[in-house]
């Protein structure tokens, strides 16, 4: 791969976010002429501002940054277990997170505590954590990338289904709310929550991208990475650590979202061309936004007004780029 | 001469403190190849993966030019030393190119961009391995032996002193198998590079290496070059095929029919390059068999078999035989398996019979064909029955295992017997050492190492040359397990083998030979620890103290009594002792044991100075009643500048 390709990749995702970001908060389900738009974004006020700044713009930009997320969250975990087809939904994590975030939510809605954004990313680590827990527990006793995927979608399971008991537990009029988000959702986001998630998000990024060499190393084997001097130990907790944190995040204000993490590494990889963390880090980042920008505006405008789960538009998306990247490994691991 | 780069001391390596092979002494020098051979499972990579620091060393260390390589910092380490193991890497889009690069992470910045001199090492290590044609290509879509050659690049793109490699040409074609070990030849040759690695492949670990180490059971079984090495019954041996599978001529394994029938004890050693059966001793016989009654009589069935772990480690499982209960008693016999050593008490019944008693205690009491010791100096006092205390020991745990498995609290007596015993004592040295009536129940190790005269000397040339081969030029000599208890008690050996500065070898009663190969090897210091009844013979100029060769104990303890002024009562007491020990008491009671151990030290020196006049040799003699009974000038000497330099 030449510099060149590089430079067109990376000047394709940088071209299409700005180009999503202004479809998001152009379309929707109350229609608003350009102009107006236009207005509202250099400072106007009024109704349609009211929505396009109040509403679809942090909900794009939260799109944009938990997307990214989720994409980082996917290439750290596919490179942790050397999996291609792990992810931070399918293998149970984001799942852990709901849980724990449901658990809080439920218990503060009940006392009538308004839950603060900080609480929530902490029970979503937390839940995080245990199910990244319990993986890492399995892949100590198995070998074997299905084994690993199976015990994952398990422990989704079983976290959705008490998530689900305590969800029919709630009052009532919390119900509606929290069956939205349980089911995975963008909306609902205020500028205060695109802070708090920029706030965890980017900074973990930045760490991310530094240890980029090391997960070079580590891409070819554990055995290569000790030999070439790596600190083993203290990198695997990083990656645990820094996977976990963004799923997390991700959780905490989204909700559960599906095969983001799973798809995005792999279309961004044949993308560039490349596997090269330093490459693949920030590529990965942007392509998980720029995915869930465009799922995003599917699930609000394919039914408009009535509005999709986000994880039903990015299943039919990355869905099928799972299924192709199992049929390419079982075919001799070939690429075009 | 060049120095070594890379050292094991002692070092036992295995997982979650499981050794899997155990006190690896190795010195790899520069410009030197260094091959493990052995078959799977042997420990090989275990080593291997232990000097590469993936896995933490159970006791014992690894030093890389002189230095602890636990305390070397990964990067500085990762400069000098590269390895390559078995793992099958897929690394997904990744070039060739990008993978020889990834071999030079120790010395690119944070972000691990390489800079242009980095790049240049890179393209050169390609060309030097012949893969530049491959470096644009995914490395995926390479052949194994393409992908071998390119990962061979990335370790040698680090620029290690030292390359560590497992199995590096396994499951290459041919052509590849000898790419890869000509470029390793080339480079330790040109470039003073030192390897080791594991190889399977004996024709071309023959070829290729400098020092080879062949590992089985365990340990280090062999260490030289390879044509030292690689003879056909000793391969053989460590494979563990029919004797004639390897053939030396074509350097090929054949495989031939599996053994017939495998043996009730399938344990071997490797004593010069035959390949001898162990067996077990009377004492671990008349344990089972004790353990096997008291089952009966506590638990009320017999044990289908019985097992007992042996003072060396070694398990023993028998079925029982002659078994016989009735109220308030259970006898059985277990019969004796010397393995390839005969002798009289092969295949004998060693019995014993178990009974309650009130006493509360497990008493031992040795029955018909059971000596008796009529003489003092022995193991046991004068009037016990000559079970030894090591037997007794065995006995007692085995006993008191059972009656915890019963949940007994009440005492047990223990009869052991051998009904033909007495008419075999007569063919053993007891009725010489006033054991009257039967055989001795002995062994310390509870096991028996078969040994012929050639294959212990063979022996302790080998273990001798093993020793000066990792650079020692001291050396203790000791003739058996008494002699290492001693000096282990004594803090001069050690059997966790991590603190052992000089090595130990046994020398059984061969110390003659044992000198002059030692001698001949260049060895400068030599301390011969042992007992008293071995080494009082050296007096006399008897270098080869096994009692079938010569005697002459108390005869020396005699004369020299005599010259230390002794009379002729005492020396008729003397002359009619068992044992050396015993002189030792006559004479600590006649007050003259100083003089006479000086004036016998004298003529030890004597002796050991005409044996072998270019070495510095020292004797120090014990006594298991007293300890140390006496030592030669140069032993003192000896001791106070070993301390000096080990410390």
Not at chain 1, 257 to 270: C, E, Q, Y
Not at chain 2, 78 to 96: G, H, N, Q, V
Not at chain 2, 275 to 291: D, E, F, I, P
């Amino acid at each position: 791969m030449s510099r060149k390709h590089f430079g067109a990749a990376f000047g394709l995702l940088l071209f299409l976010i700005p180009v999503f970001l202004l479809l998001n908060v152009c379309s929707g389900s109350v229609h608003i002429p350009m102009a107006e738009i236009r207005q509202a974004l250099m400072g106007a006020s009024g109704t349609s501002a009211d929505i396009v700044r109040g509403i679809r713009l942090p909900r794009a930009l939260a799109a944009l940054l938990l997307g990214g997320a989720l994409g980082l969250s996917g290439y750290l975990l596919q490179s942790f277990f050397h999996n291609p087809i792990a992810g931070p939904f399918i293998l149970g994590i984001s799942s852990g997170a709901k849980l724990f975030v449901a658990l809080v939510l439920v218990s503060a809605l009940s006392l009538s505590l308004p839950p603060a954004s900080w609480t929530l990313i902490g029970a979503a680590f937390a839940g995080a954590l245990l199910s990244m827990g319990f993986i890492l527990l399995m892949a100590r006793f198995v070998n074997g990338m299905s084994v690993l995927i199976i015990g994952g979608v398990m422990i989704g399971y079983i976290c959705s289904a008490i998530t689900d008991l305590v969800v029919t537990f709630a009052a009532d009029a919390d119900i509606v709310n929290l069956h939205n988000w349980s089911r995975g959702s963008f909306s609902g986001i205020t500028w205060q929550n695109v802070a708090v998630m920029a706030c965890v998000i980017l900074p973990v990024l930045a760490v991310t991208f530094l240890i980029s060499k090391p997960l070079s190393a580590y891409l070819l084997g554990e055995s290569h990475a000790a030999g070439v001097g790596v600190n083993l130990r203290l990198f695997r907790i990083l990656l645990v650590l820094l996977s976990s944190l963004l799923a997390a995040c991700v959780t905490a204000f989204a909700g559960p979202v599906s095969f983001v993490g799973v798809a995005v590494p792999h279309l961004v990889k044949r993308l560039l061309r490349t596997n090269q963390p330093l490459a693949m880090i920030p590529a990965c980042f942007f392509g998980g936004g720029l995915f869930c920008l465009a799922s995003d505006l599917l699930a609000r405008t394919l039914f408009a007004p009535s509005e999709l789960a986000i994880s039903a538009v990015t299943a039919v998306l990355g869905g099928p780029v799972v299924i192709a990247v199992l049929l390419r490994r079982k075919g001799g691991g070939r690429y075009a | 001469m060049p120095e070594p780069v890379l050292r094991t001391v002692s070092l036992d390596a295995g997982y979650r403190q499981k050794i899997v092979i155990g006190g690896v002494s190795l010195t790899l020098e520069t410009g030197k190849i260094m091959t493990l051979i052995g078959p799977n499972g042997a420990g090989k990579s275990t080593i291997l993966r232990t000097i590469a620091q993936e896995l933490a060393p159970i006791s014992g260390a690894a030093f890389l030019d002189g230095e602890d390589l636990r305390r070397i910092p990964r990067d500085r380490r990762a400069k000098s030393m590269a390895s390559l193991f078995t793992d099958s890497i897929r690394p997904e889009l990744m070039t060739c190119r990008e993978v020889v690069q990834a071999g030079r992470y120790p010395y690119t910045g944070h972000l691990g961009i390489p800079s242009e001199g980095d790049l240049r090492i890179v393209e050169e290590t390609l060309t030097l391995v012949g893969a530049e044609g491959l470096a644009d290509s995914y490395f995926d879509i390479c052949s194994d032996g393409q992908k071998q050659l390119v990962r061979l690049a990335g370790v040698l793109a680090q620029k290690p002193r030292i390359l560590v490699l497992d199995e590096p040409v396994s499951y290459l074609d041919i052509r590849y198998k000898l790419e890869v070990l000509t470029i390793l030849k080339k480079l330790v040759r040109e470039e003073g590079l030192a390897v080791i690695m594991s190889l399977h492949e004996l024709d071309l670990a023959k070829r290729v290496s400098d020092l080879a180490v062949c590992i089985g059971d365990g340990k280090i079984q062999r260490i030289g070059t390879p044509e030292e090495c690689f003879d056909k019954a000793f391969l053989s041996g460590l494979f563990r095929m029919r004797r004639d599978a390897y053939d030396p001529c074509f350097d090929s394994l054949e495989y031939g029919p599996a053994e017939a029938e495998s043996p009730v004890f399938p344990h071997y050693i490797n004593a010069g390059g035959k390949r001898l059966r162990l067996g077990y001793t009377t004492g671990s016989c008349a344990a089972l068999a004790a353990a096997g009654a008291a089952r009966r009589l506590l638990l009320g069935t017999w044990p289908e078999s019985v097992r007992l772990v042996t003072p060396a480690g070694i398990p023993v499982e028998v079925s029982l035989e002659g078994t016989e209960a009735g109220e308030g008693y259970a006898l059985c016999g277990v019969r004796k398996d010397g393995g390839d050593d005969i002798d009289v008490t092969d295949g004998a019944l060693i019995f014993a019979r178990v009974e309650p008693n009130e006493s509360g205690k497990i008493l031992i009491e040795g029955g018909e064909g059971i000596g008796r010791v009529t003489r003092p100096g022995l193991d046991r006092p004068v009037g016990d029955a000559a079970i030894n205390t090591v037997p007794r020991r065995m006995i007692e745990e085995a006993v008191g295992q059972a009656a915890l498995l019963a949940g007994y609290e009440g005492g047990l007596t223990v009869t052991v017997f051998v009904p033909e015993g007495e008419k075999l004592a007569e063919k053993t040295f007891n009725p010489q050492l006033g054991i009257e009536g039967g055989i001795s129940i002995l062994g310390t190790s509870g096991i028996v190492e078969p040994m012929s005269t050639q294959a212990l000397v063979d022996t302790i040339h080998l273990s001798l040359r093993q020793a000066a081969a990792e650079g020692n030029s001291r050396v203790i000599l000791t003739p058996g397990n008494l002699g290492m208890e001693f000096l282990t008690e004594h803090g001069l050996a050690s059997r966790d083998a991590g603190s052992r500065q000089i090595p130990v070898v046994k020398c059984s009663n061969f110390i003659g030979e044992a000198l002059d190969e030692a001698a001949f090897l260049g060895f400068k210091e030599v301390l011969l620890a042992g007992h008293i009844g071995k080494l009082v013979k050296l007096a006399g100029g008897i270098m080869n103290t096994h009692s079938r060769w010569a005697d002459c104990r108390t005869e020396l303890f005699t004369a020299h009594a005599a010259l230390a002024g002794a009379d002729t009562a005492l020396c008729r007491k003397l002359k009619d002792a068992a044992t050396s020990e015993a002189c030792l008491e006559i004479l600590r009671e006649a007050g003259l044991d100083g003089p006479v151990m000086e004036s016998l030290l004298a003529d030890i020196r004597k002796h050991l100075r005409r044996r072998a006049p270019s070495l510095i040799t020292g004797a120090l003699l014990f006594s298991s009643r007293t300890g140390a009974a006496g030592m030669t000038k140069e032993a003192e000497e000896l001791l106070q500048k070993w301390k000096g330099s080990t410390e």
